[in-house]
Protein backbone atom coordinates (compact mmCIF):
# COMPACT_ATOMS: atom_id res chain seq x y z
CA UNK A 1 0.00 0.00 0.00
CA UNK A 2 1.16 3.62 -0.94
CA UNK A 3 1.42 5.66 2.36
CA UNK A 4 2.56 8.82 0.81
CA UNK A 5 1.79 9.72 -3.08
CA UNK A 6 2.77 13.31 -4.14
CA UNK A 7 2.41 14.46 -7.45
CA UNK A 8 3.52 18.10 -8.69
CA UNK A 9 3.63 19.21 -5.02
CA UNK A 10 4.74 22.81 -5.07
CA UNK A 11 4.85 25.93 -2.63
CA UNK A 12 6.23 29.48 -2.66
CA UNK A 13 6.65 32.02 -0.50
CA UNK A 14 6.21 35.23 -2.53
CA UNK A 15 9.32 34.88 -5.25
CA UNK A 16 10.77 32.12 -3.06
CA UNK A 17 10.10 28.42 -4.69
CA UNK A 18 10.71 25.88 -1.50
CA UNK A 19 9.02 22.71 -3.51
CA UNK A 20 9.53 22.95 -6.71
CA UNK A 21 6.93 20.33 -8.44
CA UNK A 22 8.04 17.29 -6.70
CA UNK A 23 6.48 13.82 -7.34
CA UNK A 24 7.05 11.71 -4.16
CA UNK A 25 5.83 7.78 -3.81
CA UNK A 26 6.66 6.65 -0.33
CA UNK A 27 5.47 2.67 0.25
CA UNK A 28 3.70 1.16 3.46
CA UNK A 29 6.85 -0.18 5.96
CA UNK A 30 9.57 2.09 4.53
CA UNK A 31 11.97 4.10 6.66
CA UNK A 32 12.96 7.31 4.44
CA UNK A 33 15.64 9.62 5.22
CA UNK A 34 15.12 12.94 4.08
CA UNK A 35 18.32 14.50 3.57
CA UNK A 36 19.01 18.30 2.66
CA UNK A 37 21.06 21.47 3.19
CA UNK A 38 18.78 23.98 5.45
CA UNK A 39 16.26 25.83 3.64
CA UNK A 40 16.48 22.91 0.65
CA UNK A 41 12.81 22.22 1.58
CA UNK A 42 12.44 19.42 4.02
CA UNK A 43 10.36 21.33 6.26
CA UNK A 44 8.25 22.81 3.79
CA UNK A 45 7.89 19.32 2.31
CA UNK A 46 6.86 17.61 5.73
CA UNK A 47 4.33 20.23 6.81
CA UNK A 48 2.64 20.02 3.81
CA UNK A 49 2.29 16.00 4.06
CA UNK A 50 1.15 16.60 7.58
CA UNK A 51 -1.64 19.23 6.77
CA UNK A 52 0.62 22.23 7.93
CA UNK A 53 0.32 23.82 5.31
CA UNK A 54 -1.45 24.18 2.44
CA UNK A 55 0.33 23.73 -1.49
CA UNK A 56 -0.07 23.29 -4.78
CA UNK A 57 -0.16 19.94 -6.76
CA UNK A 58 -2.06 16.65 -5.47
CA UNK A 59 -0.55 14.73 -2.32
CA UNK A 60 -2.38 11.95 -0.56
CA UNK A 61 -1.19 10.59 2.57
CA UNK A 62 -2.81 7.27 4.02
CA UNK A 63 -5.38 7.63 1.30
CA UNK A 64 -6.31 11.42 2.77
CA UNK A 65 -6.04 15.17 1.37
CA UNK A 66 -3.79 16.53 4.59
CA UNK A 67 -4.56 20.16 4.17
CA UNK A 68 -8.69 19.35 4.03
CA UNK A 69 -8.46 16.30 6.53
CA UNK A 70 -5.62 16.64 9.20
CA UNK A 71 -7.92 16.28 12.38
CA UNK A 72 -8.46 13.12 10.38
CA UNK A 73 -5.10 12.32 9.60
CA UNK A 74 -4.07 12.68 12.54
CA UNK A 75 -5.03 9.52 13.63
CA UNK A 76 -2.89 7.80 11.66
CA UNK A 77 -0.06 10.23 10.97
CA UNK A 78 2.62 11.03 14.00
CA UNK A 79 5.12 13.33 14.03
CA UNK A 80 7.75 15.08 16.25
CA UNK A 81 8.71 18.34 15.30
CA UNK A 82 12.00 20.05 14.97
CA UNK A 83 12.38 20.74 18.72
CA UNK A 84 10.90 19.82 21.80
CA UNK A 85 7.48 21.19 21.22
CA UNK A 86 5.68 20.28 24.22
CA UNK A 87 4.18 22.34 26.20
CA UNK A 88 6.50 23.98 29.42
CA UNK A 89 3.64 24.26 31.59
CA UNK A 90 2.02 20.81 30.91
CA UNK A 91 2.51 18.15 33.36
CA UNK A 92 3.61 14.60 32.36
CA UNK A 93 0.49 12.96 33.85
CA UNK A 94 -1.72 15.97 31.95
CA UNK A 95 0.19 15.04 28.82
CA UNK A 96 -0.69 11.00 29.24
CA UNK A 97 -4.74 12.48 30.01
CA UNK A 98 -4.78 14.74 26.93
CA UNK A 99 -3.48 12.56 24.40
CA UNK A 100 -5.50 9.29 26.25
CA UNK A 101 -8.46 11.44 26.16
CA UNK A 102 -8.18 13.17 22.53
CA UNK A 103 -6.66 9.93 20.22
CA UNK A 104 -8.77 7.04 19.77
CA UNK A 105 -5.40 5.18 19.25
CA UNK A 106 -3.32 5.64 21.98
CA UNK A 107 -2.33 2.92 24.19
CA UNK A 108 -2.29 4.42 27.42
CA UNK A 109 -0.35 1.20 29.35
CA UNK A 110 1.90 1.43 26.71
CA UNK A 111 3.45 4.71 27.22
CA UNK A 112 3.56 4.18 31.12
CA UNK A 113 5.16 1.30 30.23
CA UNK A 114 8.15 3.46 28.23
CA UNK A 115 8.29 5.90 30.93
CA UNK A 116 8.69 3.67 33.68
CA UNK A 117 12.31 2.55 32.09
CA UNK A 118 13.50 6.62 32.72
CA UNK A 119 13.56 8.97 35.42
CA UNK A 120 10.34 11.09 34.39
CA UNK A 121 7.89 11.25 37.14
CA UNK A 122 4.21 11.80 36.46
CA UNK A 123 3.95 15.01 38.38
CA UNK A 124 6.72 16.88 36.79
CA UNK A 125 6.33 20.06 34.67
CA UNK A 126 7.59 19.67 31.10
CA UNK A 127 9.76 22.83 32.05
CA UNK A 128 11.56 21.20 34.72
CA UNK A 129 12.93 18.14 32.43
CA UNK A 130 16.08 18.26 30.41
CA UNK A 131 15.78 18.18 26.71
CA UNK A 132 16.89 15.02 26.91
CA UNK A 133 13.79 13.64 28.68
CA UNK A 134 11.39 16.16 26.99
CA UNK A 135 12.35 13.87 24.03
CA UNK A 136 11.44 10.58 26.06
CA UNK A 137 8.68 12.27 26.70
CA UNK A 138 7.81 12.70 23.34
CA UNK A 139 8.48 9.73 21.68
CA UNK A 140 6.90 8.11 24.58
CA UNK A 141 3.88 9.35 23.50
CA UNK A 142 3.80 8.62 20.23
CA UNK A 143 5.36 5.34 20.11
CA UNK A 144 2.00 4.40 22.28
CA UNK A 145 0.05 5.52 19.12
CA UNK A 146 -1.03 2.57 16.67
CA UNK A 147 -0.59 5.00 13.57
CA UNK A 148 0.28 4.43 10.38
CA UNK A 149 2.90 7.05 9.45
CA UNK A 150 5.35 8.60 11.49
CA UNK A 151 7.34 11.92 10.41
CA UNK A 152 10.56 13.45 12.77
CA UNK A 153 12.14 16.81 11.56
CA UNK A 154 14.69 16.69 13.02
CA UNK A 155 14.27 14.25 16.34
CA UNK A 156 17.63 14.31 18.09
CA UNK A 157 18.18 18.40 17.37
CA UNK A 158 20.42 19.26 20.62
CA UNK A 159 20.25 15.65 22.44
CA UNK A 160 23.76 14.32 24.10
CA UNK A 161 25.11 10.85 21.75
CA UNK A 162 23.57 8.63 24.24
CA UNK A 163 19.65 10.00 24.08
CA UNK A 164 20.33 9.74 20.32
CA UNK A 165 21.97 6.32 19.88
CA UNK A 166 18.99 5.25 22.48
CA UNK A 167 16.03 7.56 20.52
CA UNK A 168 16.89 5.21 17.35
CA UNK A 169 16.89 2.12 18.88
CA UNK A 170 13.85 2.03 20.48
CA UNK A 171 12.25 3.31 17.37
CA UNK A 172 13.52 0.57 15.65
CA UNK A 173 13.15 -1.92 18.68
CA UNK A 174 9.99 -1.21 20.14
CA UNK A 175 8.06 0.75 17.59
CA UNK A 176 8.76 -0.05 13.88
CA UNK A 177 7.09 -2.95 12.39
CA UNK A 178 6.33 -3.75 8.67
CA UNK A 179 2.62 -2.16 8.43
CA UNK A 180 4.49 1.22 9.66
CA UNK A 181 6.29 3.87 7.86
CA UNK A 182 8.75 6.49 8.83
CA UNK A 183 9.83 9.90 7.32
CA UNK A 184 13.03 11.44 9.09
CA UNK A 185 14.93 14.38 8.01
CA UNK A 186 18.42 15.10 9.87
CA UNK A 187 21.25 16.63 9.85
CA UNK A 188 23.20 13.30 11.80
CA UNK A 189 23.56 11.19 8.37
CA UNK A 190 25.95 9.03 9.81
CA UNK A 191 23.49 7.72 12.78
CA UNK A 192 20.17 6.95 10.50
CA UNK A 193 22.77 5.10 7.81
CA UNK A 194 22.00 1.68 9.11
CA UNK A 195 18.23 2.42 10.44
CA UNK A 196 16.94 4.10 6.82
CA UNK A 197 15.81 1.58 4.12
CA UNK A 198 15.31 4.47 1.54
CA UNK A 199 17.30 7.54 1.10
CA UNK A 200 16.48 10.71 -0.80
CA UNK A 201 18.27 14.27 -1.37
CA UNK A 202 16.33 17.27 -1.34
CA UNK A 203 18.00 20.75 -2.69
CA UNK A 204 16.10 23.87 -3.57
CA UNK A 205 13.37 22.07 -3.33
CA UNK A 206 13.90 19.74 -6.27
CA UNK A 207 14.83 15.75 -5.47
CA UNK A 208 18.15 15.27 -6.69
CA UNK A 209 18.64 11.57 -5.47
CA UNK A 210 16.20 8.89 -4.78
CA UNK A 211 16.78 5.41 -3.79
CA UNK A 212 16.62 2.60 -1.80
CA UNK A 213 19.29 2.15 0.42
CA UNK A 214 19.89 -1.42 -1.24
CA UNK A 215 20.54 0.10 -4.34
CA UNK A 216 22.68 2.26 -2.66
CA UNK A 217 24.81 0.16 -1.88
CA UNK A 218 24.92 -1.62 -5.26
CA UNK A 219 25.28 1.67 -7.23
CA UNK A 220 27.87 4.07 -5.13
CA UNK A 221 31.57 2.48 -4.49
CA UNK A 222 34.08 4.52 -2.89
CA UNK A 223 37.74 3.76 -3.40
CA UNK A 224 40.45 4.42 -1.38
CA UNK A 225 43.17 4.77 -4.82
CA UNK A 226 46.86 3.80 -4.43
CA UNK A 227 48.94 6.45 -5.67
CA UNK A 228 50.33 5.20 -8.70
CA UNK A 229 46.34 4.19 -10.06
CA UNK A 230 45.40 7.32 -9.44
CA UNK A 231 45.18 8.61 -13.46
CA UNK A 232 43.22 5.41 -14.17
CA UNK A 233 40.94 5.32 -11.58
CA UNK A 234 40.11 9.49 -12.91
CA UNK A 235 39.71 7.85 -16.40
CA UNK A 236 36.41 6.22 -14.80
CA UNK A 237 34.85 9.95 -14.05
CA UNK A 238 34.50 9.70 -10.49
CA UNK A 239 31.71 11.98 -8.87
CA UNK A 240 34.06 12.73 -6.33
CA UNK A 241 37.43 13.08 -5.47
CA UNK A 242 38.74 13.84 -1.91
CA UNK A 243 41.82 13.24 0.06
CA UNK A 244 42.14 12.18 3.69
CA UNK A 245 45.65 11.88 5.25
CA UNK A 246 47.46 12.13 1.88
CA UNK A 247 45.30 9.46 0.04
CA UNK A 248 42.81 10.15 -3.13
CA UNK A 249 39.17 8.62 -1.46
CA UNK A 250 37.39 8.65 -5.60
CA UNK A 251 33.43 7.93 -5.13
CA UNK A 252 31.98 6.21 -8.38
CA UNK A 253 28.17 6.06 -9.31
CA UNK A 254 27.54 3.24 -11.28
CA UNK A 255 30.88 1.58 -11.63
CA UNK A 256 32.27 -1.76 -11.61
CA UNK A 257 33.17 -3.40 -8.17
CA UNK A 258 35.78 -5.81 -9.73
CA UNK A 259 37.34 -3.13 -11.82
CA UNK A 260 38.00 -0.36 -9.08
CA UNK A 261 38.80 -3.53 -6.42
CA UNK A 262 42.47 -3.14 -8.85
CA UNK A 263 42.90 0.42 -7.75
CA UNK A 264 42.93 0.07 -4.19
CA UNK A 265 40.08 -0.68 -1.40
CA UNK A 266 36.68 -0.55 -2.10
CA UNK A 267 33.79 0.25 0.56
CA UNK A 268 30.18 1.49 0.44
CA UNK A 269 30.52 5.25 0.91
CA UNK A 270 28.74 6.70 3.57
CA UNK A 271 25.62 8.66 3.11
CA UNK A 272 27.36 11.91 4.39
CA UNK A 273 30.34 11.34 1.44
CA UNK A 274 27.58 11.07 -0.95
CA UNK A 275 25.48 14.06 0.23
CA UNK A 276 28.61 15.95 0.19
CA UNK A 277 29.28 14.92 -3.81
CA UNK A 278 26.05 15.32 -5.43
CA UNK A 279 25.64 18.79 -3.33
CA UNK A 280 29.23 19.72 -4.44
CA UNK A 281 28.65 18.92 -8.08
CA UNK A 282 25.21 20.52 -7.71
CA UNK A 283 26.97 24.12 -6.54
CA UNK A 284 29.51 23.97 -9.46
CA UNK A 285 27.36 23.27 -12.22
CA UNK A 286 25.52 25.67 -11.34
CA UNK A 287 21.89 24.11 -10.79
CA UNK B 1 3.23 -20.06 8.85
CA UNK B 2 -0.79 -19.52 8.06
CA UNK B 3 -0.81 -18.87 11.88
CA UNK B 4 1.92 -16.36 11.60
CA UNK B 5 0.60 -14.38 8.68
CA UNK B 6 -2.73 -13.87 10.56
CA UNK B 7 -0.81 -12.50 13.20
CA UNK B 8 0.77 -10.42 11.55
CA UNK B 9 -2.79 -9.21 10.26
CA UNK B 10 -4.45 -8.89 13.36
CA UNK B 11 -3.21 -5.00 14.38
CA UNK B 12 -5.04 -3.77 10.95
CA UNK B 13 -8.08 -5.97 12.00
CA UNK B 14 -8.28 -4.68 15.40
CA UNK B 15 -7.33 -1.10 14.17
CA UNK B 16 -10.31 -1.21 11.93
CA UNK B 17 -12.40 -2.62 14.76
CA UNK B 18 -11.39 0.22 17.37
CA UNK B 19 -12.16 3.14 14.89
CA UNK B 20 -15.51 4.41 16.40
CA UNK B 21 -14.93 4.47 20.16
CA UNK B 22 -14.45 7.86 20.42
CA UNK B 23 -17.06 9.87 20.84
CA UNK B 24 -16.97 13.51 19.03
CA UNK B 25 -17.39 15.67 22.01
CA UNK B 26 -14.56 13.80 24.01
CA UNK B 27 -11.92 16.08 22.22
CA UNK B 28 -13.65 19.31 23.21
CA UNK B 29 -14.01 18.29 26.43
CA UNK B 30 -10.32 17.49 27.06
CA UNK B 31 -9.36 20.62 25.08
CA UNK B 32 -10.95 22.57 27.39
CA UNK B 33 -9.42 21.01 30.28
CA UNK B 34 -6.29 21.66 28.53
CA UNK B 35 -7.36 25.66 28.95
CA UNK B 36 -7.71 25.66 32.03
CA UNK B 37 -4.29 23.13 32.89
CA UNK B 38 -2.42 26.00 30.83
CA UNK B 39 -4.38 28.93 32.33
CA UNK B 40 -4.81 28.86 35.64
CA UNK B 41 -5.58 32.21 36.32
CA UNK B 42 -9.16 31.44 35.03
CA UNK B 43 -9.66 30.49 38.62
CA UNK B 44 -6.57 31.15 40.82
CA UNK B 45 -7.60 35.25 39.75
CA UNK B 46 -11.75 34.93 40.66
CA UNK B 47 -11.13 32.68 43.90
CA UNK B 48 -7.73 35.33 45.36
CA UNK B 49 -9.92 37.96 45.16
CA UNK B 50 -13.28 36.60 46.46
CA UNK B 51 -10.73 35.37 49.39
CA UNK B 52 -9.49 39.20 49.18
CA UNK B 53 -13.70 39.99 49.56
CA UNK B 54 -14.69 37.61 52.40
CA UNK B 55 -11.60 38.48 54.04
CA UNK B 56 -12.39 42.53 53.67
CA UNK B 57 -15.87 42.06 54.88
CA UNK B 58 -14.90 40.27 58.30
CA UNK B 59 -12.55 42.73 59.02
CA UNK B 60 -14.89 45.17 58.52
CA UNK B 61 -17.67 42.98 60.31
CA UNK B 62 -15.64 42.85 63.36
CA UNK B 63 -14.28 45.89 63.69
CA UNK B 64 -17.97 47.03 63.44
CA UNK B 65 -18.44 49.20 59.64
CA UNK B 66 -21.03 47.38 58.88
CA UNK B 67 -22.16 46.62 62.21
CA UNK B 68 -24.58 49.26 62.18
CA UNK B 69 -26.71 48.28 59.34
CA UNK B 70 -26.50 44.69 60.46
CA UNK B 71 -27.89 45.46 64.20
CA UNK B 72 -30.87 47.53 62.23
CA UNK B 73 -31.50 44.91 59.96
CA UNK B 74 -34.90 44.78 60.77
CA UNK B 75 -35.51 48.64 60.39
CA UNK B 76 -32.12 49.77 57.72
CA UNK B 77 -33.57 49.31 54.04
CA UNK B 78 -32.63 46.66 51.87
CA UNK B 79 -29.56 48.40 49.96
CA UNK B 80 -27.57 48.77 52.94
CA UNK B 81 -27.96 45.46 53.84
CA UNK B 82 -26.65 44.21 50.82
CA UNK B 83 -24.73 46.89 49.72
CA UNK B 84 -21.19 44.70 50.78
CA UNK B 85 -22.80 41.57 49.08
CA UNK B 86 -23.62 43.69 46.00
CA UNK B 87 -20.93 45.53 45.83
CA UNK B 88 -18.62 41.96 46.15
CA UNK B 89 -20.62 40.34 43.33
CA UNK B 90 -19.70 43.58 40.97
CA UNK B 91 -16.31 42.93 42.22
CA UNK B 92 -16.21 39.60 40.75
CA UNK B 93 -18.24 40.47 37.56
CA UNK B 94 -15.07 42.77 36.89
CA UNK B 95 -12.77 40.33 37.63
CA UNK B 96 -14.56 38.07 35.07
CA UNK B 97 -14.27 40.93 32.31
CA UNK B 98 -10.36 41.19 32.64
CA UNK B 99 -9.94 37.45 32.94
CA UNK B 100 -11.46 37.22 29.82
CA UNK B 101 -9.87 39.86 27.96
CA UNK B 102 -6.57 38.74 29.05
CA UNK B 103 -7.44 35.38 28.00
CA UNK B 104 -8.54 35.53 25.38
CA UNK B 105 -5.75 38.06 23.76
CA UNK B 106 -3.19 34.73 24.61
CA UNK B 107 -5.51 32.41 23.35
CA UNK B 108 -4.06 31.44 20.21
CA UNK B 109 -0.67 33.46 20.74
CA UNK B 110 0.74 31.49 23.21
CA UNK B 111 0.73 28.07 21.56
CA UNK B 112 1.71 30.02 18.56
CA UNK B 113 4.48 31.90 20.66
CA UNK B 114 5.96 28.59 22.72
CA UNK B 115 5.35 26.36 19.38
CA UNK B 116 3.58 24.09 21.24
CA UNK B 117 0.70 24.72 18.52
CA UNK B 118 2.95 21.96 16.40
CA UNK B 119 1.93 19.30 19.67
CA UNK B 120 -1.31 20.17 19.84
CA UNK B 121 -1.65 20.24 15.78
CA UNK B 122 -0.11 16.45 15.89
CA UNK B 123 -3.51 15.20 17.62
CA UNK B 124 -6.94 14.36 16.13
CA UNK B 125 -8.25 17.49 17.10
CA UNK B 126 -9.86 19.86 14.37
CA UNK B 127 -9.25 23.73 14.49
CA UNK B 128 -12.87 24.13 15.17
CA UNK B 129 -12.77 21.98 17.98
CA UNK B 130 -9.61 23.67 19.66
CA UNK B 131 -11.23 27.93 18.86
CA UNK B 132 -14.54 26.42 20.16
CA UNK B 133 -13.02 25.18 23.46
CA UNK B 134 -10.99 28.47 23.63
CA UNK B 135 -14.37 30.97 23.17
CA UNK B 136 -16.00 28.47 25.75
CA UNK B 137 -14.09 29.89 28.57
CA UNK B 138 -15.50 33.32 28.74
CA UNK B 139 -18.73 32.23 27.19
CA UNK B 140 -19.59 29.33 29.29
CA UNK B 141 -17.14 28.23 31.68
CA UNK B 142 -15.96 32.15 33.35
CA UNK B 143 -19.88 32.59 34.07
CA UNK B 144 -20.68 29.60 35.60
CA UNK B 145 -17.52 29.21 37.05
CA UNK B 146 -17.79 32.97 38.71
CA UNK B 147 -21.36 32.27 39.75
CA UNK B 148 -20.20 29.18 41.86
CA UNK B 149 -17.48 31.10 43.78
CA UNK B 150 -19.55 34.09 43.71
CA UNK B 151 -22.16 32.19 45.68
CA UNK B 152 -19.62 30.41 47.86
CA UNK B 153 -18.31 34.30 48.63
CA UNK B 154 -21.63 35.35 49.67
CA UNK B 155 -22.03 32.36 52.25
CA UNK B 156 -18.94 32.92 53.75
CA UNK B 157 -20.24 36.95 54.19
CA UNK B 158 -23.23 35.73 55.73
CA UNK B 159 -21.61 32.85 57.95
CA UNK B 160 -19.34 35.55 59.19
CA UNK B 161 -22.20 38.53 59.51
CA UNK B 162 -24.75 35.94 61.21
CA UNK B 163 -21.24 34.91 63.69
CA UNK B 164 -20.80 38.81 64.60
CA UNK B 165 -25.08 39.33 65.24
CA UNK B 166 -24.68 36.24 67.14
CA UNK B 167 -22.22 37.20 69.25
CA UNK B 168 -23.99 40.43 69.79
CA UNK B 169 -26.29 38.90 71.33
CA UNK B 170 -29.20 39.41 68.56
CA UNK B 171 -30.68 37.22 66.07
CA UNK B 172 -29.55 36.45 62.67
CA UNK B 173 -33.17 35.77 61.20
CA UNK B 174 -33.87 38.50 59.96
CA UNK B 175 -30.55 39.30 58.23
CA UNK B 176 -30.88 36.09 56.64
CA UNK B 177 -34.76 37.16 55.42
CA UNK B 178 -33.43 40.86 54.79
CA UNK B 179 -30.61 39.53 52.26
CA UNK B 180 -32.60 36.78 50.25
CA UNK B 181 -29.63 35.46 48.50
CA UNK B 182 -31.34 32.71 46.51
CA UNK B 183 -33.17 35.50 44.82
CA UNK B 184 -29.73 37.53 44.00
CA UNK B 185 -27.99 34.40 43.11
CA UNK B 186 -30.54 33.74 39.97
CA UNK B 187 -30.10 37.34 39.03
CA UNK B 188 -26.60 37.05 39.28
CA UNK B 189 -26.47 33.25 37.19
CA UNK B 190 -28.76 35.21 34.58
CA UNK B 191 -26.70 38.22 34.30
CA UNK B 192 -23.38 36.56 34.15
CA UNK B 193 -25.24 34.40 31.23
CA UNK B 194 -26.71 37.21 29.37
CA UNK B 195 -24.78 40.49 30.20
CA UNK B 196 -20.80 39.12 30.82
CA UNK B 197 -21.23 36.02 28.26
CA UNK B 198 -23.56 36.46 25.30
CA UNK B 199 -23.57 40.61 25.20
CA UNK B 200 -20.27 40.92 25.24
CA UNK B 201 -18.95 37.60 22.91
CA UNK B 202 -18.33 39.94 19.69
CA UNK B 203 -15.51 41.49 21.92
CA UNK B 204 -14.02 38.58 22.70
CA UNK B 205 -14.21 36.92 19.56
CA UNK B 206 -12.53 39.77 18.28
CA UNK B 207 -9.60 39.40 20.93
CA UNK B 208 -9.37 35.64 19.92
CA UNK B 209 -9.23 36.52 16.06
CA UNK B 210 -6.36 39.38 16.59
CA UNK B 211 -4.48 36.81 19.22
CA UNK B 212 -4.57 33.99 16.13
CA UNK B 213 -3.69 36.67 13.72
CA UNK B 214 -1.11 39.27 15.07
CA UNK B 215 2.28 37.80 15.56
CA UNK B 216 3.21 40.30 18.99
CA UNK B 217 1.51 42.95 20.81
CA UNK B 218 -1.71 41.43 20.59
CA UNK B 219 -3.01 43.89 22.75
CA UNK B 220 -2.19 47.16 20.55
CA UNK B 221 -3.33 45.02 17.39
CA UNK B 222 -7.18 44.62 18.96
CA UNK B 223 -7.27 47.73 20.62
CA UNK B 224 -5.79 49.92 17.52
CA UNK B 225 -8.80 49.62 15.00
CA UNK B 226 -11.18 50.34 17.65
CA UNK B 227 -9.36 53.44 18.50
CA UNK B 228 -9.04 54.89 14.93
CA UNK B 229 -12.76 54.43 14.21
CA UNK B 230 -13.39 56.07 17.14
CA UNK B 231 -10.97 58.97 16.27
CA UNK B 232 -12.39 58.81 12.74
CA UNK B 233 -15.59 59.37 13.99
CA UNK B 234 -14.90 61.97 16.54
CA UNK B 235 -13.50 63.97 13.66
CA UNK B 236 -16.35 63.73 10.88
CA UNK B 237 -19.19 63.32 13.13
CA UNK B 238 -17.82 64.86 16.65
CA UNK B 239 -20.13 61.76 18.30
CA UNK B 240 -18.59 59.09 20.19
CA UNK B 241 -21.07 56.23 19.39
CA UNK B 242 -18.70 53.44 18.54
CA UNK B 243 -16.41 54.19 21.60
CA UNK B 244 -19.73 53.95 23.64
CA UNK B 245 -20.97 50.87 21.40
CA UNK B 246 -17.79 48.89 22.76
CA UNK B 247 -17.38 50.21 26.25
CA UNK B 248 -21.04 49.22 26.90
CA UNK B 249 -20.55 45.52 25.15
CA UNK B 250 -17.51 45.16 27.55
CA UNK B 251 -18.78 46.13 30.49
CA UNK B 252 -22.21 44.32 29.89
CA UNK B 253 -24.25 47.20 30.01
CA UNK B 254 -26.82 47.73 27.55
CA UNK B 255 -30.28 49.63 27.49
CA UNK B 256 -32.12 46.41 27.25
CA UNK B 257 -30.22 45.36 30.87
CA UNK B 258 -31.70 48.73 32.34
CA UNK B 259 -33.57 48.67 35.71
CA UNK B 260 -37.11 49.75 35.06
CA UNK B 261 -37.54 50.47 38.26
CA UNK B 262 -35.45 53.38 40.08
CA UNK B 263 -33.69 50.98 42.34
CA UNK B 264 -29.76 49.67 42.42
CA UNK B 265 -28.75 46.35 41.31
CA UNK B 266 -29.97 43.46 42.76
CA UNK B 267 -32.83 44.53 44.82
CA UNK B 268 -35.79 43.53 43.11
CA UNK B 269 -34.22 41.11 40.81
CA UNK B 270 -37.28 40.15 38.67
CA UNK B 271 -37.15 43.47 37.57
CA UNK B 272 -33.71 43.19 35.85
CA UNK B 273 -35.06 39.45 34.20
CA UNK B 274 -36.53 39.92 31.29
CA UNK B 275 -35.68 37.59 28.69
CA UNK B 276 -37.66 37.95 25.82
CA UNK B 277 -36.12 41.66 25.64
CA UNK B 278 -33.39 40.73 25.86
CA UNK B 279 -33.89 38.00 22.89
CA UNK B 280 -35.70 39.62 21.00
CA UNK B 281 -33.25 42.71 21.11
CA UNK B 282 -31.41 43.13 17.23
CA UNK B 283 -27.96 44.40 19.35
CA UNK B 284 -28.00 40.63 20.56
CA UNK B 285 -28.85 39.30 17.21
CA UNK B 286 -26.09 41.27 15.05
CA UNK B 287 -23.68 41.16 18.00
CA UNK B 288 -23.82 36.92 17.63
CA UNK B 289 -23.54 37.10 13.88
CA UNK B 290 -20.74 39.64 13.64
CA UNK B 291 -19.05 37.00 16.76
CA UNK B 292 -19.52 34.22 14.61
CA UNK B 293 -17.79 35.72 11.57
CA UNK B 294 -15.19 36.98 13.82
CA UNK B 295 -14.71 33.12 15.26
CA UNK B 296 -15.25 31.78 11.41
CA UNK B 297 -11.93 33.72 10.99
CA UNK B 298 -10.07 32.79 14.03
CA UNK B 299 -10.85 29.05 13.13
CA UNK B 300 -9.16 30.10 9.35
CA UNK B 301 -6.37 31.41 10.65
CA UNK B 302 -5.74 28.62 13.26
CA UNK B 303 -5.50 26.35 10.36
CA UNK B 304 -2.89 28.35 8.53
CA UNK B 305 -1.00 29.80 11.14
CA UNK B 306 2.19 28.02 12.71
CA UNK B 307 4.69 28.63 15.39
CA UNK B 308 6.23 32.21 15.27
Sequence with gaps: MTCIEARGLRKTYGQTVALDSIDLRVEEGRILGLIGPNGAGKTTALNAILGLTPYEGELKVVGRDPWNERDHLMRDVCFIADVAVLPRWMRVSQALDYVAGVHPRFDRAKAEGFLAKTSISRSSRVRELSKGMVTQLHLALIMAIDARLLVLDEPTLGLDILYRKQFYDSLLNDYFDRSRTIVVTTHQVEEVQHVLTDLMFIDRGRIVLSCSMEEFESRYVEVMVVPDQLGAARALKPIQERQVFGRSILLFDKADRQQLAAFGEVRTPSIADLFVAVMGNRQSEGA | ?308
Design chain 2, 1 to 308: MNTQSGALHEPLDSRAVSEPLMSATQPLYWSIRRELWENRSIYVAPLSVAAFAVVAFSISAIFGIWVVPLRIAHTSPYDAVAAPYNLAAGLMMLVSILVSIFYCLDALHGERRDRSILFWKSLPVSDLTSVLAKVSIPLLILPVLLFVITVAMHWMMLLVSSAVLLAQGQSAGLLWMKLDLPHTWMLLLYHMVTAHAIWPLPIYCWLLLVSGWARRATFLWAALPIVAIAGVERIIFNTYHFARLVGLRLMGDAPIFAVTQGDVFPSGPMTHIDLGRFLGSPGLWIGLAVAAVFLAAAVQLRKYQGPI
